[in-house]
């Protein structure tokens, strides 16, 4: 791997490895013990002010790895040509790793330099978060290919990236949604056609949710054709008694920032069945195995 820009640019044996080096690194913190792979490297973090848990988890780990890192948003659309910002970056950095909302130019930056580039986030995946997740839900639930997966909400990045899991891990995945706000349909076949497990889309909640194991959600989104966002997803909101389907030992994993009261009830959050906060811990973990396999 030279860069880290979606789930679908990798393969089975790779994910695999870099889930193995994640384990092995979040031992070698558990257990004090240094681990600097990177020192004298730069990282430029090109991230928006109001990222929080990527660009804190992403810059404690650089940190950790014994990276510099330099946070500056920058806007590879503007009057400079982004070939003339890479050629200059060229000289300097060793890492970028970006949030972008245009996916097509991060692959555009990638294929320019002479670093490694990170997607971050994307409006179309957001690889390094369902990486993180996948390793969390691993140590809470064992043999992914074994759970039914369940993901309520629209057809977005968090979304997009499950179903690109799904097609590389044999995932059972099934996505509950309103009607018109599924994954595109080369999505869904992409999944359906490379993955060993069961690949569903639906609008039937009660359906799609029953004996699930591990259900996942998103935020709602704004508003689309006129329409009432809320009014049209309120009947997808997650609720204890609308779970009471699912397979003993259900857990929830939402998406942050959640909104108690839309996409997910106060009372989960409360409740056993919330994966809970450190379950994003292996966000630090899953990064720094990112950037240290790259260099690798």
């Not at 009014?231 to 779970?243: A, G, R, S, V």
Request: proline share 4%; with cysteine.
């Amino acid at each position: 791997m030279r860069h880290l820009i979606s789930l679908r640019d990798m393969e089975r044996a790779e994910i695999d490895e870099l889930m193995k080096f994640a384990y092995s690194v979040k031992e070698r913190q558990r257990m004090g013990e240094e681990f600097k792979p990177l020192k004298g490297k730069t990282v430029i973090t090109s991230f928006p002010s109001t990222s929080l848990r990527t660009r804190i988890s992403f810059e404690t780990g650089i940190f950790q790895l014994g990276a510099n890192a330099i946070n500056m948003e920058i806007d590879f659309e503007a009057k400079e040509p982004l070939e003339d910002k890479v050629g200059y970056l060229n000289c300097w950095i060793d890492y970028l790793v970006i949030r972008y909302k245009k996916e097509k130019i991060i692959r555009e930056i990638s294929d320019k330099v002479e670093f490694h580039v990170v997607n971050a986030m994307s409006r179309k995946s957001h690889p390094c978060e369902i990486l993180s997740d996948l390793m969390t839900l691993n140590e809470m639930k064992g043999r992914l290919e074994d759970q039914k997966i369940v993901f309520v909400g629209e057809g977005a990045n968090i979304s997009n990236t499950w179903f690109e899991a799904a097609a590389k891990l044999d995932l059972n995945l099934t996505q509950i949604c309103p009607t018109g706000y599924e994954i595109s349909n080369e999505l869904f076949r992409y999944a359906r056609d490379n993955s060993k497990g069961e690949i569903v889309v639906t609008n039937d909640f009660e359906k799609g949710i029953k004996k699930a194991d591990i259900i996942l959600t998103d935020g709602w989104p704004l508003s689309e054709n006129g329409k009432s966002v809320p009014e049209i997803f309120l009947p997808y909101q997650l609720t204890l008694d609308k779970l009471k389907s699912c397979n003993a030992g259900y857990i929830v994993n939402p998406c942050p920032p959640f909104t108690r009261g839309k996409e997910v009830s106060e009372e989960i959050i409360n409740s056993d069945r919330f994966i809970g906060y450190k379950g994003k811990e292996n966000l630090l973990h899953m990064q720094k195995a990112i950037l240290g396999i790259l260099k690798m």
